[in-house]
């Protein structure tokens, strides 16, 4: 390969590292023409800017701008779905909770005759659960009130 060729076949390969050509090897050394297109810049999706190296949002996959990177600057749809999802699953964890103490209060018989069969230890860890549950609903009490 000529010296001028090497020269710039270098020169191509470094602006296709820019992002403004695909560098295209030659298919063999005997070749006399470098080959280099060039290719379309991404834009940012929000105000347009062409960016020779731009940045894809991690969440949604998208290219922005430097100015339009962080989620809130762009609306990114990732942080809104995961919010749903979170509500989604709070409703359902409220949902599951209701549904037991609902089942505890038909089931009122029942737990009577269970303690009154129970060891000194099962009371123990009955009563055990019953004051951790009445703290966190003294807790929930108490950030209602200061509200």
């Keep these: 390969m000529r010296e001028e060729d090497?020269?710039?076949?270098?020169i191509v390969?470094?602006?296709?590292?820019s992002g403004t050509f695909e560098y295209i090897p030659r298919a063999t050394p005997e070749d006399q023409n470098v080959t280099a297109k060039p290719v379309e810049l991404p834009k940012c999706v929000?105000?347009?800017k062409m960016e020779p190296e731009p940045f894809e949002c991690e969440h949604c996959g998208k290219y922005y701008c430097d100015e339009h990177l962080a989620p809130e600057k762009?609306?990114?749809?990732?942080e809104k779905e995961k919010e749903e999802q979170r509500k989604q699953e709070e409703l359902e964890l409220k949902m599951a909770l209701m549904a037991m103490i609902e089942?505890?209060?038909a089931h009122r018989p029942d737990i009577y005759m269970l303690i009154d069969h129970a060891s000194s230890e099962e009371l123990k860890d009955m009563i055990g659960h019953l004051d951790a549950l009445e703290n966190v609903l003294a807790?929930?009490?108490e950030s209602d009130e200061e509200e």
């Design 46 to 48: 929000v105000c347009g």
């Design 103 to 105: 089942g505890l209060s």
């Design 74 to 78: 762009h609306d990114c749809t990732y």
């Design 139 to 141: 807790k929930v009490s």
């Design 13 to 17: 390969r470094i602006y296709s590292h």
């Design 6 to 10: 090497k020269k710039n076949e270098e």
